[in-house]
């Protein structure tokens, strides 16, 4: 036989997370971005509490609107990271396709064997089986169906987090000069405390000594009793 032509069965999925310090307006900018592109929110996902919360979406995007999705949904937030896969589904297409046709041949096969002469235990096991395979048809129907969606829709994940407003090195530059600051300020408390005890002192050795020079009587603390 004259070799298949098939067309080619992919699925495209790229993975985007992406952080925020302004929650409302990043969500409402999100929410946009995904209406211009015409994507479908296949699954959704909200937790934590305003400080901390998160949202993820699992979105259905056409081949053709993949790449604008992408690039607008990126730039929603502060990109942390973002990859994108692409595979080649064809193989399994065909196995399915295959095992399809070998069953519609068996089904085919046992429906012929209807008209030969048979008990009727045969004839009933022969329909339960038959209708066992018409089943099986059924089933690989509808993953067929999946594979057809395949080069149809493509999948776009994407992560919003809420983060503090407050950068994480602005906040060790703070830390650092408020440090500082305490610490200049009790060398400085240390240094005008020994200054004053140094003035005190030496403001009492010059009253002693003025005591002293007034009253020659007056001796000092180390002079002998006469």
Request: hydrophobic share 40%.
């Amino acid at each position: 036989s004259a070799p298949q032509t098939v067309e080619q069965k992919y699925e495209r999925i790229s993975n985007i997370d992406t952080r925020t310090a302004n929650w409302d307006a990043d969500t409402t900018a999100l929410r946009t971005a995904i209406e211009s592109v015409e994507a479908l929110v296949q699954r959704e996902y909200v937790s934590g509490l305003p400080g901390g919360r998160s949202l993820t979406l699992s979105l259905g995007v056409v081949p053709l609107r993949f790449d604008e999705a992408v690039e607008r949904l990126r730039g929603v937030g502060d990109l942390v990271s973002i990859n994108s896969v692409k595979n080649d589904r064809t193989s399994d297409f065909l196995a399915l396709e295959a095992k399809r046709l070998s069953l519609e041949k068996t089904r085919d096969g046992l429906s012929a064997l209807r008209s030969a002469g048979a008990s009727l235990a045969d004839r009933m096991n022969l329909e339960t089986r038959i209708l066992e395979i018409e089943g099986q048809i059924q089933e690989l129907g509808v993953s067929l169906g999946d594979f057809s969606e395949l080069n149809s829709f493509c999948t776009v994940n994407i992560s919003l987090r809420e983060t503090s407003g407050t950068k994480l090195w602005p906040r060790l530059v703070s830390a650092f000069f408020d440090a500082l600051g305490w610490t200049v300020a009790v060398y400085v408390g240390l240094a005008v405390s020994l200054l004053a005890v140094l003035g005190i002192a030496f403001l009492a050795l010059r009253i002693y000594d003025r005591l002293k020079e007034g009253n020659p009587a007056v001796e000092g603390p180390g002079a002998a009793k006469k």
